[in-house]
């Protein structure tokens, strides 16, 4: 007789049971997520299915499915379950499990020792598990939310497979969410699942739990907003990733920033913040802002946006947000300039409307003797051995000679632009011929 509970929880309608709890899936092809490791033809999946077993450690973010997969690895494999916290856990325990896997052993039959929170165990606990490990008592499969390189001691690492399993995307938390509404015998509009989702972070449990809470006060068997809401413990805000209300939200954001209102940039950053927006996306989004709407009339704009977007990559959800903030700001109050934008709009239309115009001689490389002598390169004027740079060879072809496309504003830093552009062009034409 085990001295443990060693039979994986069945699912099942017991509605004194979480609903997470519940919601455990019994096979792979259940299993929501992960098909980086757990896809057909992955090295997880055939070890599972080949029963292969060997010792793992499961490393990713809360509510990705690192229990339940151990608990699917058990069944699948038709081994012993033996679920062990690091938190509630020390030596003696550990010791009474091993002896207990050992005796199961020798009957015939395996135990996978399923580990949460295995980060917690000091190194001298983790030791404690090595030998039995090595002679293939147990199949240790440790669960943690932090990088296995810096928690588990490098013999047990040594021994174990690491598996990094990803944050849930939202399609992948609505998918089980509408699974849940079968349980609860509820339905629900898709967008108010997918505030449910986005709200959750890719955390499933959260997600889970959320929905719980909520189909205690539906109406009629409907999920309504109030209750989610209440769920939430905060306002739910309309949004959809992919749908208008993503449009909209950005495009407010964007307008704002062009018309240098800085406290609306801010409210409709916040309201992204708080819908969950993809934090590299709104990144992405001022990368473009800087470019498009200040551009040139304050050249540092571009620096703060790509800072900005280093900053949110490296600092993550919540400090990197500061960083948008900031650079928001920044955009909004800088001059600005859209004529870097509408000169290249104006070439390309140049382009698409023209002949393909060929390079002036005087442009092109000469590198063989031939070239030399049919042309290539003759009259090239150098502008370092001109008085100032300034010379007055025409770098356009001769069909768009005189053609200017670059029309810089009287704003910011493009004022200095424009008024050193005249001065280059006056250069140019009062230039001598000859070096100087």
């Not at 081994?79 to 856990?89: E, G, H, K, R, T």
């Not at 699942?193 to 109406?219: C, H, K, M, P, T």
């Not at 993550?316 to 290249?344: H, N």
């Not at 060929?358 to 030399?372: C, E, S």
Request: proline fraction near 6%.
């Amino acid at each position: 007789m085990s001295l443990f509970d060693v039979t994986p929880p069945r699912p099942g309608d017991d509605p004194t049971r979480p609903l997470a709890e519940r919601m455990r899936p019994q096979t792979l092809e259940e299993f929501v997520g992960q098909q980086h490791i757990l896809g057909p033809g992955k090295p997880l999946r055939a070890q599972i299915e080949r029963d292969e077993l060997q010792s793992l450690i499961l490393w990713g973010p809360p509510g990705v499915g690192k229990t339940t997969l151990a608990r699917l690895v058990a069944r699948i494999t038709k081994c012993d379950f033996i679920p062990f916290s690091a938190v509630l856990s020390g030596i003696k325990e550990i010791k009474a499990v091993m002896a207990d896997a050992e005796r199961t052993r020798r009957l015939g039959r395996r135990t996978v020792l399923f580990v949460d929170e295995i980060h917690r165990f000091n190194k001298a606990q983790q030791d404690a598990f090595l030998p039995y490990v090595e002679r293939g008592d147990i199949v240790l499969i440790g669960a943690t939310t932090e990088n296995p390189s810096f928690e588990v001691v490098a013999a047990l690492l040594s021994r174990a497979k690491v598996y990094a399993l990803r944050a849930l995307t939202t399609g992948e938390i609505v998918t089980l969410l509408h699974r849940a509404l079968k349980v609860l015998n509820l339905t629900a509009p898709p967008e108010l699942l997918e505030q449910i989702a986005i709200f959750s972070s890719g955390d499933a449990r959260a997600a889970y739990n959320i929905l719980e809470q909520a189909s205690s006060v539906a109406r009629d068997g409907v999920l309504d907003p109030e209750g989610v809401e209440s769920a939430m413990g905060r306002k739910m805000l309309l949004y959809d990733k992919a749908g208008e209300e993503h449009f909209n939200l950005i495009s407010a954001l964007h307008k704002s920033i062009r018309s240098s209102d800085a406290d609306a940039a801010l409210y409709w950053l916040a309201r992204m913040l708080e819908a969950g927006e993809d934090r590299m996306y709104l990144a992405r989004r001022l990368v473009r802002m800087a470019i498009e709407d200040v551009g040139l009339a304050d050249p540092r704009a571009l620096e703060q946006a790509v800072a900005a977007q280093q900053t949110v990559h490296f600092l993550g959800v919540p400090e990197g947000d500061q960083a948008l903030a900031q650079v928001a700001i920044y955009l909004a109050i800088a001059p600005k300039s859209d004529a870097a934008y509408r000169a290249l709009n104006a070439a390309r239309q140049t382009v698409a409307s023209s002949p393909a115009f060929p390079v002036p001689m005087q442009l092109r490389n000469a590198p063989t003797k031939a070239m030399k002598e049919w042309g290539y390169g003759a009259e090239y004027q150098h502008a370092h051995q001109f008085v100032d740079a300034i010379n007055t060879m025409e770098c356009l072809p001769d069909g768009l000679l005189g053609t200017e496309f670059y029309h810089p504003t009287e704003r910011g830093v493009e004022k200095r632009i424009s008024e050193r552009l005249a001065e280059i062009r006056a250069l140019r034409k009062a230039a001598p011929d000859g070096n100087s």
